[in-house]
């Protein structure tokens, strides 16, 4: 009954909220209480009316209708049959309008409360909607029959009100139906709403990845239980905190803590993306070194509603990349002092005056060959090469000087293959860079080149300044790289199959420093080739300095 009377003064419960009864007679209460203002208006306009039979009986009548709706148990009871109330309400009415007409004008408007409940219940409004009607035109015809004053005229001349409220009935029946499909349709939505909140509940839950939401506040919003495990990890030993700042977020490879500034939670809550920084969360062995992404997202309206952060645990792949790098670099300094002292002792037996031609023969040959594996030992070791090891001090170099420098060592080999190497600069072209790094690129390049270049063929090296950059050329008049191998040309460890087939020495390794050695300058390395026709590197550095001057070519 309180869920009743706070629907009626519009508190916070809502009508669908309440159980079959408590709707019941929520529907019937009006009709009762429009009777008890009809008794107040009868006290004052005739009071005589309370002594006639019909108006007594037909609020008897009402008041049983009303016990009803209170007594009986609707829930238990087939839906619908409800609607038996509304249709009684009609026999009340009837009996007050033909008992009290001439005192009480406009008792059959009453039948409007029945009619909206039929046609407002949305239960077989086609059936219910007539009913109210015929009911309403039944309750100003039956007195003319009872009376024996039926006639087309008189009977037509009640039609309007009837007619008035069956079309109240239709509109309510409309509005009533259109209200349930829309009903039904927002539950529709907010049941798959439900789904996919579940769903993504669990697929957060489920992957690997932790995933923290912010809202437009910075507030946490969503942590799922990966994000949680990486948060203790940042943990202090033995000192619980909700201080972003007291957490122990390092950058790899150091032991200095990051400034809270730097840290990507400040950064994402000031609305900064974040692309796959790595930091290493705590110390000692239950450190986690994760990849953190964020980005801020938008609502529906286009302002700003959170940010989200991914952070992936990549300790074990760190690990895996520094045990390689550490076996590489091992496996090379192995492989180095052999070869120094194979170098070095056959550069002394070839002093030694007695030998013979074929002697003297096998110990170039040997030289030659050991010095190519120390070559390919230098290109191993380069590339264990990470972190502090691989940065290079930069200084100012003179991109057309090393050009030409490449070309004065390649000269030997060129002319012992019969190949001819041009070699062309056009004015300095000052960079700043590592000249060991850059050195070996422009062998690499040079020595590539001759390596897969017939013999009677040409080599051109070029160096030249286009716009910002300093752009270097090493064209080649070689058997060439299928489109499939070129693809992966700058892969560690790959060499297309026409290498292979040739027979050339090599790791696959030099093309793939090469362009890690330009992209640390903030540069290029690009390839073209054409099967049959040649292959063409080009290397773009930025220009230090814009040049200014035209020198002629040498």
């Not at 029946?173 to 939505?189: H, I, K, Y």
């Not at 437009?216 to 949680?228: C, H, P, T």
């Not at 170099?397 to 056009?426: H, K, W």
């Amino acid at each position: 009954m309180e869920k009743v009377l706070d629907v009626m003064m519009l508190g916070q419960v809502r009508f669908h909220e309440l159980s079959m009864r408590g709707r019941v007679v929520l529907s019937q209460l009006p009709f009762n209480v429009m009777l008890l203002l009809v008794c107040a208006i009868a006290a004052i306009a005739d009071a005589s009316v309370f002594t006639d039979p019909g108006f007594l009986i037909g609020q008897g009548i009402a008041l049983v209708i009303l016990i009803l709706s209170f007594a009986l148990p609707w829930d238990r009871l087939p839906y619908g049959l409800f609607l038996v109330l509304p249709i009684l309400d009609f026999v009340p009415i009837g009996i007050l309008h033909y008992s009290n007409a001439d005192s009480l004008r406009g008792l059959n408007l009453l039948a409007v409360l029945p009619i909206m409940w039929l046609a407002g219940s949305g239960f077989r409004p086609r059936i219910m909607v007539p009913i109210g009607g015929l009911a309403s035109l039944l309750i100003v015809w039956v007195p003319h029959f009872i009376d024996g004053t039926a006639t087309p005229r008189t009977l037509a001349a009640e039609v309007l009100i009837p007619f008035m409220l069956f079309s109240i009935g239709i509109g309510t029946s409309v509005m009533t139906l259109s209200a349930m499909a829309q009903q039904e349709r927002v539950e529709e939505l907010l049941r798959r709403s439900e789904t996919r909140e579940r769903l993504l509940d669990t697929v957060l839950e489920t992957v690997d990845v932790g995933v923290l939401v912010l809202d437009e506040e910075g507030q946490s919003a969503f942590m799922n239980a990966k994000q949680r495990q990486l948060y203790v990890a940042a943990l202090p030993e033995g000192v619980p905190t909700d201080r972003e700042e007291a957490l122990l977020v390092f950058r790899e490879g150091s032991e200095d803590p990051v400034p809270p500034d730097e840290r990507v939670l400040r950064r994402a809550k000031a609305g900064e993306t974040v692309e796959h920084e790595v930091f290493r969360l705590g110390r000692g062995a239950e450190a986690r070194t994760v990849s953190i992404s964020a980005r801020p997202f938008d609502d529906a309206a286009g302002k700003r509603a959170g940010t989200v952060l991914a952070s992936a645990d990549v300790t074990d792949v760190v690990a895996a990349v520094h045990a390689r790098d550490k076996f590489l670099a091992a496996m090379s300094h192995e492989f180095r002092t052999p070869l120094t002292n194979i170098l070095g002792y056959a550069e002394l037996l070839q002093d030694e005056e007695g030998l013979s031609p074929a002697a003297r023969s096998d110990l170039q040959i040997m030289t030659r060959n050991a010095r190519h594996l120390n070559h390919m030992v230098d290109g191993i070791l380069a590339a264990a090469l990470t972190g502090d090891e691989a940065a290079a001090i930069r200084l100012p170099l003179d991109l057309s000087e090393l050009v030409r420098q490449a070309g004065d060592s390649s000269g030997p080999e060129a002319a012992g293959r019969a190949i001819m190497l041009n070699v062309s600069t056009d004015g300095p072209l000052p960079v700043l860079g590592d000249r060991t790094g850059l050195v070996r690129v422009l062998d690499n390049l040079v020595s590539n080149a001759l390596k897969y270049s017939a013999s009677g063929t040409t080599v051109t090296l070029t160096a030249a300044a286009e716009g910002r950059w300093a752009v270097c050329t090493v064209r080649d008049q070689g058997f060439g790289i299928v489109a499939e191998d070129l693809k992966r040309v700058f892969t560690r460890f790959q060499r297309s199959d026409a290498a292979v087939r040739s027979g050339v020495p090599g790791t696959g390794l030099g093309l793939a420093l090469a362009k890690e050695v330009a992209e640390r300058h903030d540069g290029e390395l690009e390839c073209t080739s054409e099967v049959g026709v040649g292959s063409v590197f080009t290397l773009r550095l930025p220009l230090r300095v814009p040049p200014t001057w035209s020198a002629p070519k040498r």
